[in-house]
């Protein structure tokens, strides 16, 4: 191959109507079907628009894209003209990291969708980075001849992989390491003409751009959807009649539980091969899938270093060994292109059977990091990764014991220790020193777990509190996909060192049980609940939803409304000992004035874009639920009456809601009192006449108690309390509604 374009052009000389890229919508229709004759075409538009933008050769180019037909043509078209391109993550990275890896690898340009990725403008604007909108690009746009790049040696993308540093590394791969890693999983998986390949990962992920590039060079074609689906894999899998794609553990463990799914689906479904990898493969997971499903899987090895796959377990083998290798967990023999190793310390060539470093010599192998002179021995590659060899029908089958490295792999995503721990301290300032281990997880394979020192005089259960709403309600400073899901406390003086002062992570993981961390969701418990934290990942988010319509009927919504609910407030709910949600409360934090809120309508202080990172002085319950309610019918009320009349329909003791809120809690010796009514803060409300009311409970103290035996309601709102004394937020608001009135003024003027 001399040229990705001139590779294209053959290919479209060869297949010109067959389908290389399909494009879906998030339900499933095709948005787009681009023909190889058709993706010439826009390669050459592509390249035009590249170049219009004062893109040439050696120039790099970053893309705040998700994954999409229109990343592959500029990605290749780019390749084509010796352009560097920089995919970022859209998911798991901050604005600082997407800053940095902008800088790092010296974009000239970064392109977006328009209106999207906004609050880099200002940061980039500094830098004289230009931002372009990617527009629909003129068809009629080309470029010369000799704008076309010839022979493959040169850089063609920078990936960003989690190190030992606080800052990831760039990795330099040429389009020779993508094009030879690309042709070697061709040849592996047997990839053909007929084939099509359903992207499951991100295209700023090595995995799916080297997939794509080996679908490509068989001139297969790449069906696209904007972003991965646990609960339409299968569904997704049907309708693109995809016959094989790459996956990672954790889809491999979500499918599990997803037969009846698969079922529905099966007669449309063409999938013949499944390649997983990226991170340590659970071997009882695999078993189970194929078991299921009659579609086989095939573990390969690799890293975004080597452009991905290494090795890999080959497709020809006969039944009985392809069942031990699945059962020995082997990652398969070295791929055409790798002369693979294990390594000692000294750097000295091992035998069968002892374990040392995987080491990788070969073409697919990266140029070399942004900057660093590391990850090299004696011309090999060093992995990192731990593992050894043994010969099985004369070729040599590898095994992985473990990692030599601190990097974290969850869901096959490296995560840096170090980069999350300045993150955490960032957060906190009651932190003095933390370390992060990797624990064990069924889904994930590993999940990030935060080891924290406190400083001294810190009180403890504060802080972690504090910590833990900071984690949930999301930070500018560290991804959710990065931030611990689980804490634990340790004293700095049992901290396993070694001569030189440098924390052991190893020996401090294994010195902890899984048991005995603390979820950083989990606020409190009692004898009765568990009250937590609730996040959209959450496994109670769609029985909260089920609670929450339950209770607030008729002012019922659409799991995508509750879902922004929760995202742009907080939520708590409770679970009992059966894991079953029985109250769920959503709560506003704000330091809107208690004067503003008196008149400001349920809509109004939902709506309210009160910044999270300031010091909040209020706390709101915006909506409570409990599985002890009992919605009664709603009457049809013609008349509606007036504040004062409310009022005394309140303080004569006839309406629960105002009971409930007035009754004494958390130790306290008084309940919320009534600040103001507004008649109009929600209309549709039938139940409440549209009136609300806006409660204040008393000024938080120490004191603060979870009631024994009291109702699921009474302990959400001492939880509030307790979360307000440990936040140090100085009021605990209920913006609620009088839920008998309408019945009431029914039955007094009938």
């Given at each position: 191959?001399n040229?990705?374009y001139?590779?294209?052009?053959?290919?479209a000389q060869k297949?010109?109507d067959?389908?290389?890229?399909?494009?879906?919508?998030?339900?499933?229709?095709?948005?787009e079907?681009?023909?190889?004759?058709?993706?010439?075409?826009?390669?050459e538009?592509?390249?035009?628009?590249?170049?219009?933008?004062?893109?040439?050769?050696?120039?790099?180019?970053?893309?705040?894209?998700?994954?999409?037909?229109?990343?592959l043509?500029?990605?290749?078209?780019?390749?084509?003209?010796g352009?560097v391109?920089?995919p970022?993550?859209?998911?798991?990275?901050?604005?600082?990291e997407?800053?940095?890896?902008?800088?790092?690898?010296?974009?000239?340009?970064?392109?977006?969708?328009?209106?999207?990725?906004?609050?880099?403008?200002?940061?980039?604007?500094?830098?004289?980075?230009?931002i372009?909108?990617?527009n629909?690009?003129?068809?009629?746009?080309?470029?010369?001849?000799?704008?076309?790049?010839?022979?493959?040696d040169?850089?063609a993308?920078?990936?960003?992989?989690?190190?030992?540093?606080a800052?990831?590394?760039?990795?330099?791969?040429?389009?020779e390491?993508?094009?030879?890693?690309?042709?070697?999983?061709?040849?592996?998986?047997s990839i053909q003409?007929?084939d099509r390949?359903?992207?499951?990962?991100?295209?700023h992920h090595?995995?799916?751009?080297?997939?794509?590039?080996?679908?490509?060079?068989?001139?297969?074609s790449?069906?696209?959807?904007?972003?991965?689906?646990?609960?339409?894999?299968?569904?997704?899998?049907?309708?693109?009649?995809?016959?094989?794609?790459s996956?990672?553990?954790s889809?491999?463990f979500?499918?599990?539980?997803?037969?009846?799914?698969?079922?529905?689906?099966?007669?449309?479904?063409?999938?013949?091969?499944i390649?997983?990898?990226s991170?340590?493969?659970?071997?009882?997971?695999?078993?189970?899938?194929?078991a299921?499903?009659?579609i086989p899987?095939?573990?390969?090895y690799g890293?975004?270093e080597?452009?991905?796959?290494?090795?890999?377990?080959?497709?020809?083998?006969?039944?009985?060994l392809?069942k031990?290798?699945?059962?020995?967990?082997?990652?398969?023999?070295?791929?055409?292109?790798a002369?693979?190793?294990?390594i000692?310390?000294?750097?000295?060539?091992?035998?069968?059977?002892?374990?040392?470093?995987?080491?990788?010599?070969?073409?697919a192998?990266?140029?070399?990091?942004?900057?660093k002179?590391?990850?090299?021995?004696?011309?090999?590659?060093?992995?990192?990764?731990?593992?050894?060899?043994?010969t099985?029908?004369?070729?040599?089958?590898?095994?992985?014991?473990?990692?030599?490295?601190?990097?974290?792999?969850k869901?096959?995503?490296?995560?840096?220790?170090v980069?999350?721990?300045s993150?955490?301290?960032?957060?906190?300032k009651?932190?003095?020193?933390?370390y992060?281990?990797?624990?064990e997880?069924?889904?994930?394979?590993?999940?990030?777990?935060?080891v924290?020192?406190?400083?001294?005089?810190?009180?403890?259960q504060?802080?972690?509190?504090g910590?833990?709403?900071?984690?949930?309600?999301?930070?500018?400073?560290?991804?959710s996909?990065?931030?611990?899901?689980?804490?634990?406390?340790?004293?700095?003086?049992?901290?396993?060192?070694t001569s030189?002062?440098?924390?052991?992570r190893?020996?401090l993981?294994?010195?902890?049980?899984?048991?005995?961390?603390?979820?950083?969701?989990?606020?409190y418990?009692?004898?009765?609940?568990?009250?937590?934290?609730?996040?959209?990942?959450?496994?109670?988010?769609?029985?909260?939803?089920?609670?929450y319509?339950?209770?607030?009927?008729?002012?019922?919504?659409?799991?995508?409304?509750?879902?922004?609910?929760?995202?742009n407030?907080?939520?708590?709910?409770?679970?009992?000992?059966s894991?079953k949600?029985?109250?769920?409360?959503?709560?506003?934090?704000?330091?809107?004035?208690?004067?503003?809120?008196s008149?400001m309508?349920?809509?109004?202080?939902?709506?309210?874009?009160?910044s999270?990172?300031?010091?909040?002085?209020?706390i709101?319950?915006i909506?409570?639920?409990?599985s002890?309610?009992?919605?009664?019918?709603?009457?049809?009320?013609?008349?509606?009456p007036t504040?004062?009349?409310?009022k005394?329909?309140?303080?004569s003791?006839k309406?629960?809601?105002?009971?409930?809120?007035?009754?004494?809690?958390?130790?306290?010796?008084?309940?919320?009192s009534?600040?103001?009514?507004?008649?109009n803060?929600?209309?549709?409300?039938?139940?409440?006449?549209?009136?609300?009311?806006l409660?204040?409970?008393?000024?938080?103290?120490k004191?603060?108690?979870?009631?024994?035996?009291?109702?699921?309601?009474?302990n959400l709102?001492?939880s509030?309390?307790?979360?307000?004394?440990?936040?140090?937020?100085?009021?605990?608001?209920?913006?609620?509604?009088?839920?008998?009135l309408?019945?009431?003024?029914?039955?007094?003027?009938?």
């Amino acid at each position: 191959m001399n040229n990705l374009y001139s590779h294209v052009s053959s290919i479209a000389q060869k297949y010109p109507d067959s389908p290389a890229l399909i494009s879906y919508d998030d339900s499933g229709a095709v948005i787009e079907e681009i023909s190889y004759l058709l993706l010439k075409k826009k390669l050459e538009s592509a390249a035009g628009w590249l170049l219009s933008n004062n893109l040439s050769e050696g120039d790099s180019v970053a893309f705040a894209l998700r994954n999409s037909s229109e990343l592959l043509i500029l990605s290749w078209a780019a390749w084509s003209m010796g352009i560097v391109t920089v995919p970022l993550d859209m998911k798991k990275d901050t604005l600082d990291e997407h800053v940095y890896k902008i800088k790092l690898s010296k974009a000239k340009v970064l392109i977006r969708k328009k209106d999207e990725f906004k609050d880099i403008e200002k940061k980039l604007d500094l830098e004289k980075v230009k931002i372009i909108n990617i527009n629909n690009i003129n068809e009629n746009l080309r470029i010369d001849d000799k704008y076309w790049k010839k022979g493959l040696d040169h850089l063609a993308l920078i990936l960003f992989t989690s190190g030992t540093t606080a800052h990831p590394k760039g990795v330099m791969l040429s389009l020779e390491n993508l094009i030879v890693n690309a042709q070697g999983i061709k040849d592996w998986l047997s990839i053909q003409n007929p084939d099509r390949f359903i992207v499951n990962l991100p295209l700023h992920h090595i995995n799916s751009t080297t997939f794509c590039l080996a679908s490509l060079s068989a001139g297969a074609s790449i069906a696209i959807f904007s972003n991965y689906s646990n609960s339409k894999f299968w569904q997704r899998i049907a309708i693109s009649q995809a016959t094989f794609t790459s996956i990672v553990p954790s889809i491999c463990f979500d499918q599990l539980a997803k037969e009846k799914e698969f079922n529905t689906f099966k007669d449309k479904i063409k999938l013949n091969r499944i390649q997983i990898g990226s991170a340590p493969v659970v071997v009882g997971d695999v078993k189970e899938f194929i078991a299921k499903y009659k579609i086989p899987l095939y573990q390969g090895y690799g890293q975004t270093e080597t452009a991905l796959r290494v090795t890999g377990v080959p497709m020809d083998l006969d039944n009985f060994l392809y069942k031990r290798l699945v059962e020995e967990n082997s990652i398969g023999k070295p791929m055409t292109w790798a002369e693979v190793e294990v390594i000692d310390e000294k750097g000295d060539v091992l035998t069968e059977g002892k374990e040392g470093e995987i080491s990788v010599k070969g073409k697919a192998v990266m140029k070399g990091y942004i900057g660093k002179k590391e990850g090299f021995k004696n011309g090999y590659f060093t992995t990192g990764d731990i593992g050894y060899f043994k010969t099985i029908n004369s070729s040599r089958y590898f095994f992985l014991k473990g990692r030599k490295k601190e990097i974290i792999i969850k869901g096959g995503i490296n995560i840096s220790p170090v980069s999350v721990e300045s993150k955490l301290k960032e957060l906190s300032k009651d932190i003095d020193q933390v370390y992060i281990v990797g624990v064990e997880d069924k889904r994930y394979g590993e999940e990030i777990g935060a080891v924290i020192c406190w400083k001294a005089d810190v009180d403890i259960q504060k802080a972690t509190v504090g910590l833990k709403y900071k984690l949930i309600r999301g930070s500018e400073h560290i991804s959710s996909y990065e931030a611990p899901y689980y804490l634990f406390s340790f004293n700095s003086s049992d901290l396993p060192m070694t001569s030189t002062g440098k924390v052991q992570r190893s020996i401090l993981k294994n010195r902890i049980n899984k048991e005995d961390f603390e979820k950083v969701n989990l606020i409190y418990k009692n004898s009765d609940y568990k009250f937590l934290f609730l996040s959209l990942n959450s496994k109670y988010l769609s029985l909260s939803f089920d609670l929450y319509n339950y209770c607030w009927d008729p002012l019922v919504l659409n799991i995508n409304e509750f879902k922004k609910q929760v995202k742009n407030n907080l939520a708590i709910v409770a679970v009992d000992s059966s894991d079953k949600v029985q109250g769920l409360i959503i709560l506003k934090t704000t330091n809107i004035s208690e004067k503003k809120l008196s008149s400001m309508s349920y809509d109004e202080v939902l709506l309210s874009d009160e910044s999270f990172n300031k010091e909040m002085q209020n706390i709101i319950c915006i909506a409570i639920c409990s599985s002890n309610y009992k919605p009664s019918d709603i009457p049809k009320v013609n008349l509606k009456p007036t504040v004062g009349e409310v009022k005394e329909y309140l303080l004569s003791g006839k309406d629960s809601v105002y009971n409930f809120h007035a009754k004494p809690k958390g130790g306290f010796k008084k309940g919320a009192s009534l600040i103001s009514l507004l008649p109009n803060a929600r209309k549709e409300d039938k139940r409440s006449l549209g009136y609300n009311m806006l409660l204040k409970y008393p000024k938080i103290t120490k004191e603060v108690c979870l009631t024994k035996d009291a109702s699921v309601a009474v302990n959400l709102i001492e939880s509030v309390m307790l979360v307000a004394r440990e936040l140090r937020i100085k009021n605990v608001y209920a913006f609620s509604r009088p839920s008998g009135l309408a019945l009431y003024i029914s039955k007094k003027y009938k």
